[in-house]
């Protein structure tokens, strides 16, 4: 019997013969889902730069089961123009951090910022590009 086939959150693609709808890694768009792996640890906080931010989210995208849910709640709460900030660890062709005790979903670069203009969200500031976490100010257009 063959695998049934998952819709990727982030590039919707349809993804054939998936053993598991919890540990997959998309073809397209290489964004990643795995099974949890220890408790969630909230020490990961560190100061937000800006003072005009309206919603924070800071390193929670890689434990949300919903993410396009999660982006559409966002959209939905902020006005025309309020800034978000947030930020989550990303893979990088040199690095691959290691996995948060919890985490679920796994980001590059792009498949996250696709993600935020899926939803209508253009990016306002990126902190060092080249950081293995991204950290980002978002509005909503």
């Given at each position: 019997m063959a695998s049934p086939s998952i819709t990727c959150p982030i590039c919707g693609a349809k993804i054939p013969?998936?053993?598991?709808?919890?540990?997959?890694?998309?073809?397209?768009?290489?964004?990643?889902?795995?099974?949890?792996?220890?408790?969630?640890?909230?020490?990961?906080?560190?100061?937000?730069?800006?003072?005009?931010?309206?919603?924070?989210?800071?390193?929670?995208?890689?434990?949300?089961?919903?993410?396009?849910?999660?982006?559409?709640?966002?959209?939905?709460q902020l006005k025309t123009n309020n800034q978000w900030y947030l930020s989550t660890p990303v893979?990088?062709?040199?690095?691959?951090?290691?996995?948060?005790p919890g985490q679920i979903n796994f980001f590059n670069e792009k498949n996250i910022m696709f993600l935020l203009e899926q939803h209508g969200f253009k990016m306002s500031w990126r902190h060092n590009r080249f950081a293995s976490i991204l950290k980002l100010i978002v509005r909503k257009c």
């Open positions: 013969n998936i053993p598991s709808a919890q540990d997959f890694t998309c073809p397209f768009c290489k964004f990643e889902r795995r099974t949890a792996v220890g408790v969630r640890n909230e020490s990961f906080s560190q100061p937000v730069p800006f003072e005009n931010i309206s919603e924070i989210s800071d390193m929670t995208l890689p434990y949300i089961e919903d993410l396009n849910g999660y982006f559409q709640e966002k959209f939905a893979n990088r062709f040199y690095h691959k951090p290691t996995a948060l």
